[in-house]
T-cell receptor, first 110, second 114 residues
Framework: DAKTTQPNSMESNEEEPVHLPCNHSTISGTDYIHWYRQLPSQGPEYVIHGLTSNVNNRMASLAIAEDRKSSTLILHRATLRDAAVYYCISLRAGSYQLTFGKGTKLSVIP | EPEVTQTPSHQVTQMGQEVILRCVPISNHLYFYWYRQILGQKVEFLVSFYNNEISEKSEIFDDQFSVERPDGSNFTLKIRSTKLEDSAMYFC????????????FGPGTRLTVL
């Protein structure tokens, strides 16, 4: 799996958009980009994933750079419940395991 | 909404004792996983299981660990002789089928080895 790099922490005001960046400069053409998050004292939770095109779901949007060396998770309106550690994971084709890094700890300020 | 469940939520054991952590994956899922997270550290992959056999395992998953799907619903992780360093949160996860399907995680079992 390609190495991913994320900022250690970020802050956002409640009800404002949040852009969480991730660099994955060594990603290969068939690696998918997955995002998970872990709320305090809970197990990880799937957020979104994509390959080349931007993706939207009810939780978030994923913007993938044209060269695929970076991506951005977008939370359109941060709520207090979105305070969590967000993990960007490059998933190699044929691999079953998720390799978690340290992620980005998102704090949401009321 | 279907969810992965784990029991017990907290297990305390003495060093050297055997423990079994139990998980009930989502009913139609075919792939099962165990991960662990030592306090303050990253979530680490232990093992994946498909079609009644291990498909991948990490270096952490040594001979002291084993997994089993004893019936159609449960998925267990056994640690044969616990060590102090096995103290961690253990998360079970399951995935439907497709290689890009998301993994659904349970709430975890906190294992404390004294």
């Amino acid at each position: 799996d390609a190495k991913t790099t994320q900022p250690n922490s970020m802050e956002s005001n409640e009800e404002e958009p949040v852009h969480l960046p991730c660099n994955h400069s060594t990603i290969s053409g068939t690696d998918y980009i997955h995002w998970y998050r872990q709320l305090p004292s809970q197990g990880p939770e799937y957020v979104i994933h994509g390959l080349t095109s931007n993706v939207n779901n009810r939780m978030a949007s994923l913007a993938i750079a044209e060269d695929r060396k970076s991506s951005t998770l977008i939370l359109h309106r941060a709520t207090l419940r979105d305070a969590a550690v967000y993990y960007c994971i490059s998933l190699r084709a044929g691999s079953y395991q998720l390799t978690f890094g340290k992620g980005t700890k998102l704090s949401v300020i009321p | 909404e279907p969810e992965v469940t784990q029991t017990p939520s907290h297990q305390v054991t003495q060093m050297g004792q055997e423990v079994i952590l139990r998980c009930v994956p989502i009913s139609n899922h075919l792939y099962f996983y165990w991960y662990r997270q030592i306090l303050g550290q990253k979530v680490e992959f232990l093992v994946s299981f498909y079609n009644n056999e291990i498909s991948e395992k990490s270096e952490i998953f040594d001979d002291q660990f084993s997994v089993e799907r004893p019936d159609g619903s449960n998925f267990t992780l056994k640690i044969r002789s616990t060590k102090l360093e096995d103290s961690a949160m253990y998360f079970c996860a399951s995935r439907l089928q497709g290689v890009w399907d998301e993994q659904f995680f349970g709430p975890g079992t906190r294992l404390t080895v004294l």
